[in-house]
């Protein structure tokens, strides 16, 4: 989104629904900042926030962004003169770096009314701001993180049976944790050949589907040093992992490992796959978030719907301040439009 100011292009369909993530951190302040950085091209989107809210962060920041009050159908129109915003039914009562337990309600809703408006068709894609998962756990909330909580919320609007899978995909490296938002010791535990052959097959289907891969080769990771060391370092690579490559294969996916994850990442090894498939958290996001801090973007495939993310979190620290940048959430937007485009395309 280059240009400052400019006028939003011609765009078919719906506009993307934005949740604010938590209206404390600098999920609003981004939503602004990326409006201003619009470019023609880009399809218009709206946010599920608290109007006065917004124009208290745009005031803070010093941003000179409208905000006008309006409803899905009209945000499109909207979008060439201001941010829209779509009211929650919960007012905003935390401020930038301030949080508010009692705002766990307006986050949750934010992110239930996006998903149902995808639902309805009239939102073209979901695109969720960072949460406070903390925040979330002191007023009940019951998901180890907004991947778990997709998936319930596909069975209650679309009613289907998803299993999420957490990609995180930038244009140099794209990783796939098979275990997400638990302890490096439950991750073990919870690993399993099943999982993994489960995890590979939606990652292939929708490097297919919505990204345009026609054949995904896929790099499996090992779980301990060296892959195990033919045993030597642990048998999880050869007893679960080698089994689950095996039966990918079998199904035709292009599926290489157990590989080592020390020498996974660096350039000439990404040229050889698609997407990485890891066995625990830190060891997909940490080299993704070295290779690509401002540019990844959180992707969850395995959905009926299309959902992206950027890829950080509420940065509470510098909140109100100004400084956070809106660049993986305008790759997030960018990237949101074209995988729902890549939907749409497939059921004409």
């Known amino acids: 989104m280059s240009a400052t100011g400019s006028e939003a292009g011609d765009h078919k369909g719906p506009p993307i629904a934005v949740s604010m993530g938590d209206p404390s951190g600098i999920g609003p302040e981004i939503a602004l900042m990326a409006w201003m950085l619009r470019a023609p091209e880009d399809r218009p989107f709206f946010i599920l926030a608290d109007p006065d809210h917004m124009?208290?962060?745009?005031?803070?920041?010093?941003?000179?962004?409208?905000?006008?009050?309006?409803?899905?159908?009209?945000?499109?129109?909207?979008?060439?003169?201001?941010?829209?915003?779509?009211?929650?039914?919960?007012?905003?009562?935390?401020?930038?770096?301030?949080p508010d337990p009692a705002d766990a309600r307006p986050t949750i809703e934010a992110i239930e009314a996006g998903v149902r408006l995808v639902r309805e068709g009239r939102a073209h894609a979901l695109v969720t701001n960072p949460i406070s998962k903390d925040n979330l756990y002191k007023a009940g909330f019951n998901h180890p993180g907004h991947t778990e909580f997709l998936g319930e919320l596909a069975m209650r609007e679309f009613g289907?049976?998803?299993?999420?899978?957490?990609?995180?995909?930038?244009?140099?490296?794209?990783?796939?944790?098979?275990?997400?938002?638990?302890?490096?010791?439950?991750?073990?535990?919870?690993?399993?050949?099943?999982?993994?052959?489960?995890?590979?097959?939606?990652?292939?289907?929708?490097?297919?589907?919505?990204?345009?891969?026609?054949?995904?080769?896929?790099?499996?990771?090992?779980?301990?040093?060296?892959?195990?060391?033919?045993?030597?370092?642990?048998?999880?690579?050869?007893?679960?992992?080698?089994?689950?490559?095996?039966?990918?294969r079998a199904e035709g996916v292009d599926a290489r490992g157990p590989l080592p994850g020390d020498t996974l990442f660096h350039k000439a090894a990404r040229e050889t796959y698609d997407a990485a498939i890891c066995m625990y958290h830190d060891q997909a996001l940490i080299p993704i978030k070295t290779i690509?801090?401002?540019?990844?973007?959180?992707?969850?495939?395995?959905?009926?719907?299309?959902?992206?993310?950027?890829?950080?979190?509420?940065?509470?620290?510098?909140?109100?301040?100004?400084?956070?940048?809106?660049?993986s959430l305008i790759a997030a937007l960018r990237l949101a439009a074209q995988l729902a485009n890549a939907d749409a395309g497939a059921t004409k």
């Open 55 to 98: 124009r208290v962060v745009a005031g803070r920041i010093g941003v000179d962004a409208p905000v006008v009050e309006t409803t899905p159908e009209a945000a499109s129109e909207v979008f060439a003169r201001a941010l829209p915003v779509c009211r929650l039914s919960s007012p905003v009562r935390g401020e930038p770096s301030r």
């Open 292 to 327: 690509a801090f401002d540019s990844a973007v959180n992707v969850t495939l395995g959905l009926p719907f299309v959902r992206t993310s950027p890829d950080h979190g509420t940065a509470y620290d510098i909140a109100g301040t100004g400084k956070a940048s809106p660049a």
């Open 160 to 248: 289907v049976a998803a299993q999420p899978v957490m990609m995180l995909w930038s244009p140099e490296l794209a990783v796939v944790p098979a275990t997400i938002h638990v302890s490096v010791r439950q991750a073990i535990e919870d690993l399993t050949t099943e999982l993994i052959v489960t995890t590979g097959r939606i990652v292939a289907h929708d490097l297919r589907a919505r990204f345009g891969v026609s054949a995904p080769r896929l790099a499996v990771s090992g779980l301990n040093p060296h892959a195990g060391e033919n045993g030597a370092m642990g048998r999880e690579d050869i007893d679960i992992i080698a089994p689950a490559v095996a039966q990918l």
